[in-house]
């Protein structure tokens, strides 16, 4: 169970905590920010995208490499796509969850798992633009020239067991996401990069289909 609930977990991952970010000054005033951020997820129906993820073990000096493509639709419906190093799939459906890895494949009903349902909601409200209402974590905004830093603190037993930090950080170009970044408490970090995105365009259901 331990292995599909951290490659989850990689679709909304966290920088080190730390009181000030190279480059980012704290944003004490958020209203405006919120209103922006959430009036641009509110006309986002899909987005299609590359990605590129850096995984970093504590015990390992080398980068852990991986990319794919990754599809989300209006209401809570995500696809992430592993095409190399190794082949994986994950989809989320609403409360359901779909795993592949090689020949192995999994689904999971979110109601029945307290921490995947934080996951799935992570997931969902980091693209939908309500993750800034989360109640699972402490929250802190940073601004720079070109972007914003969500920084958030988990205050969940669930979440807290896993993380030190999940930090989103958001273009100020168009409030999309541009990556999402993990600090897990083991010592690994996560940095998912999204690039090449395709904003409100038609993606069939079946991309989202789970039996």
């Known amino acids: 169970m331990r292995k599909p609930i951290l490659l989850l977990l990689m679709i909304v991952t966290g ?3 730390k009181a000030q970010y190279a480059g980012y000054t704290l944003m004490l005033e958020l209203k ?18 590359d990605f590129v993820q850096e995984k970093n073990l504590s015990m390992l000096s080398e980068k852990i490499t991986s990319k794919g493509k990754f599809w989300f639709k209006k209401d809570n419906q995500v696809r992430m796509e592993y095409s190399a190093p ?31 349902q934080q996951i799935n909601k992570i997931t969902v409200d980091c693209v ?20 914003f830093l969500v920084e958030l603190t988990p205050i969940s037993k669930g979440l ?11 273009d100020k170009k168009d409030y999309a996401v541009a990556s999402i970044e993990m600090n897990e408490n083991s010592g690994d970090n996560t940095v998912i990069r999204f690039s090449n995105k395709e904003m409100n365009t038609n993606i069939p259901d079946a991309l989202f289909a789970i039996k």
């Not at 807290?160 to 958001?170: E, G, Q, R, S």
């Open 86 to 116: 190794f082949q994986y799939l994950l989809v989320i459906n609403k409360d359901k969850v779909f795993i592949k890895d090689g020949q192995k494949q999994n689904t999971i009903n979110t109601k029945s798992n307290k921490l995947f």
């Open 15 to 17: 920088l080190i905590s």
């Open 160 to 170: 807290k067991d896993f993380f030190k930090t999940i930090n989103v950080i958001i």
């Open 32 to 49: 405006n920010f919120k209103t922006s951020f959430s009036a641009a997820a509110q006309k986002t129906t899909s987005i299609k995208s």
């Open 128 to 147: 939908q633009g309500n993750v800034l209402n989360n109640p699972d974590f402490k929250i802190r905004v940073f601004e720079s020239k070109g972007g």
